[in-house]
């Protein structure tokens, strides 16, 4: 068994492109060799700023050999009278055997000549060879470039190539134009630490070839080994910090020997916010914060950076570091400073001049819309008159910190430094938090708004957004979404459920679609629909993705192209997560099983009839004097009996008073069908084939209150 070796040396690579060509590989390298019918015991697959590598072990030395079918022209072409045509023997001679060797085979369209192949296999050196440029040229990634002067594009400037079978050189040239890339067994190490050039003579050898030329070519290995760096340093210090995962990631891309460097800044600085220092590192320096041992929040004056130069000039470096962060630090203390001079309220003036969509206007005019919206939830949700203040005061007030020079300048801090200078203003705690958590969650793993001020101006800054970006006719396709509708809408479900807030999404959306059409003269029923449509299939997802409900389920609570189920779900988003996780739950402990035969069984009968879906009372539907057996009194008497469990579970959304409805209802529907008194429901006398069946409409109407049980698959 062999070993091979591809490592493509290159000019400094993005650290955002190392990571995804890493992942790249890792995926469509052994699909690669899977297709080629290649067996290997491993791919591993190596990167570092300068270098991506592959070194695949247990490769056999030859393809093996495999039998192939291969279909030809119709038996009727090819054979006239009993001699082969021109068809076949064309058809033999391409394929290489003799016309003796065809075989006619019955097909769905007709009898065909087929041919059984015995195809050796090549030599795994030469598959791979074909194999190499196209794993190199298929990698994609943001901002390609041209290197050389021909066409071909990557991410940056290939420099040499590395490929070796065990301690052979693989021949392999990469042409672009006039510059050619043969492989050699020349790799290069570290800039700095080696900057000779590096031979390695057998593909096994490579990591730790590449670690005496001070290279550590496994991301994983740096990542751990950064981790061990960075705690230790800050040990020394007496402190803790935070192994910020993008961070960790980024940095681990770019270097190649990690080593520890200790800087220190003056502790004026200190008396800016915490989240502005930590940005200022983390985020532009790439610097490791020092915390204040056992702390999240007290920082130290101190920070940890990883160098990719000689350890031993450690002290040098740190210099270089501190020089800029102080330089950083403090602009952070001008800016926080100069804004400070002013109230947060007297910014609102300046969003008139920064322009939200070209076609919306300016921030201000948002922040407007955002006013009128946050005060139709504060309706919804019958805030007391201080509530809906603090909510319409908190909305105001929510973008006003964009304009202000931090904010400019370090565009993360956006609602952080509106609740700071909201507090430094003199507005209430209530107000300044909703400032700040208006904007969560910022991503899939962010936490949520914890206040109901904060929920409430959240969910109308992005319902705005929606309606006003949907209106404009910016509707995301396939993965494009540039004004990130999707996490809005996401958002916008998810802060109602975590929330528990008694919201209706459709009269919301009714009302503000209703204002931008009027303004903007749009179709308003048109943009309406879209949205819901939108709505609904985000509330689909979340369910099956987050909540983990069985697709059937989540098909049986939003309804399958029926508008009374889509209309109850956006008017109540709360009512439909809870039936969706209670026909989980109910699927889990088998109670679905006892009333699924039941409920489908009158569902399909009672489509015969004409009853509405609405209905639940038999009094006036259902005509006592028409019975001609006793298991339809009893059928009438039971839904007698359901009707008041089925309202309590709706005003209660406790949907186990409806299924234990059903559960008891179960044998009588049962009697009713097969039992010893059953009955004819399709009876020759109309009334009495519509009495029948408006019994097991209401039964399914009573279903229908939890969910469309048409759309569940039995024994999922």
């Excluded at 190649?256 to 930590?278: H, N």
């Excluded at 964009?402 to 003199?426: H, N």
Aim: proline letters at 5%; hydrophobic letters at 40%; aromatic letters at 8%.
């Amino acid at each position: 068994m062999s070993a091979f070796l591809l490592e493509v040396g290159t000019e400094e690579l993005p650290a955002n492109f190392l990571s995804g060509a890493i992942a790249q590989w890792r995926s469509r390298i052994p699909q690669s060799l899977a297709a080629h019918s290649l067996a290997y015991e491993s791919v591993e697959v190596y990167g570092t700023p300068r270098r991506l590598a592959v070194l695949i072990t247990g490769l056999p030395s030859q393809q093996p050999d495999r039998e192939e079918e291969i279909k030809g022209p119709p038996a009727q072409a090819a054979f006239k009278d009993g001699q082969p045509t021109q068809a076949a023997l064309g058809f033999a001679k391409k394929q290489g055997v003799a016309i003796e060797a065809l075989e006619v085979r019955p097909t769905e369209k007709g009898d065909f000549v087929f041919v059984q192949k015995s195809i050796p296999g090549r030599p795994v050196a030469d598959i791979l060879t074909e194999l190499i440029p196209q794993w190199i040229y298929s990698l994609e990634g943001k901002r390609l470039m041209r290197w050389g002067d021909g066409d071909v594009r990557f991410s940056r400037p290939i420099r040499w190539l590395v490929s070796l079978l065990d301690g052979s050189v693989l021949p392999i040239a990469l042409e672009n134009g006039a510059i050619k890339i043969q492989s050699d067994r020349i790799s290069h190490g570290h800039r700095v630490l080696h900057p000779e050039t590096v031979t390695i003579h057998n593909a096994s050898d490579y990591v730790k070839t590449l670690r005496y030329a001070h290279v550590i070519v496994d991301p994983q290995e740096r990542t751990n080994l950064i981790q061990e760096q960075v705690q230790a340093a800050v040990e020394k210090l007496n402190g803790s910090t935070e192994m910020y995962p993008d961070l960790l990631a980024e940095v681990t891309n770019l270097v190649e020997w990690p080593s520890p460097v200790v800087g220190k800044f003056e502790t004026e600085f200190l008396a800016l916010p915490t989240e502005v220092i930590t940005t200022v590192m983390v985020s532009h320096q790439r610097y490791f914060p020092v915390f204040q041992a056992g702390s999240t929040t007290t920082l130290q004056s101190y920070f940890v950076t990883v160098g990719n130069g000689d350890p031993n000039k450690a002290e040098i470096i740190a210099v270089g570091n501190e020089r800029v962060i102080r330089a950083r630090l403090a602009d952070g203390q001008f800016f926080y400073k100069s804004d400070l001079s002013k109230a947060l309220e007297n910014y609102l003036p300046q969003l008139e001049t920064v322009t939200f969509q070209e076609d919306l206007g300016s921030l201000r005019a948002k922040v407007d819309r955002i006013v009128k919206i946050a005060g139709r939830i504060s309706s919804q949700l019958q805030l007391t008159a201080s509530a809906s203040q603090q909510t319409e005061r908190a909305a105001l007030l929510c973008k006003a910190d964009l304009v202000t020079q931090m904010v400019y300048e370090f565009p993360e801090l956006q609602g952080i430094m509106g609740q700071k200078y909201a507090i430094a203003s003199g507005e209430s705690t209530e107000v300044a938090r909703a400032i700040f958590e208006h904007y969560l969650p910022r991503g899939a793993d962010d936490i949520l708004p914890q206040t109901l001020t904060g929920q409430v101006v959240g969910l109308a800054d992005r319902l705005d957004t929606l309606v006003s970006i949907f209106g404009l006719g910016l509707i995301p396709t396939g993965s494009s979404d540039p004004f990130a509708l999707r996490r809005a809408a996401n958002a916008v479900v998810n802060i109602t459920w975590a929330a528990n807030l008694q919201i209706n999404l459709a009269t919301l959306l009714e009302q503000i679609t209703s204002d931008f059409a009027t303004q903007y003269n749009k179709d308003l029923a048109q943009l309406t629909t879209a949205l819901q449509e939108f709505f609904l299939q985000r509330i689909r997802t979340l369910l099956q993705e987050e909540k983990q409900i069985d697709y059937d389920l989540v098909n049986a609570v939003l309804g399958e192209n029926d508008p009374e189920y889509t209309e109850r779900a956006l008017e109540d988003l709360l009512d439909v997560r809870d039936r969706a996780l209670y026909l989980q739950q109910i699927r889990r402990d088998g109670t679905l099983d006892k009333i699924y035969e039941t409920v489908n069984r009158s569902t399909r009968l009672a489509a015969q009839g004409d009853l509405d879906t609405k209905q639940l009372n038999p009094t006036s539907l259902v005509s006592p004097e028409l019975f001609q057996k006793s298991s339809e009194s009893a059928f009438y008497e039971a839904l007698v009996k359901l009707v008041p469990q089925t309202q309590a579970a709706q005003q209660s959304r406790n949907y186990q008073l409806l299924v234990a409805g059903l559960e008891n209802i179960a044998p009588t529907v049962g009697n009713f069908f097969d039992g010893a008194d059953s009955v004819l429901v399709i009876d020759p006398d109309p009334k009495i084939k519509r009495n029948r069946l408006n019994l097991l409409g209401l039964l399914r109407n009573h279903a229908r209150v939890l969910a469309d049980f048409g759309a569940i698959v039995k024994n999922l």
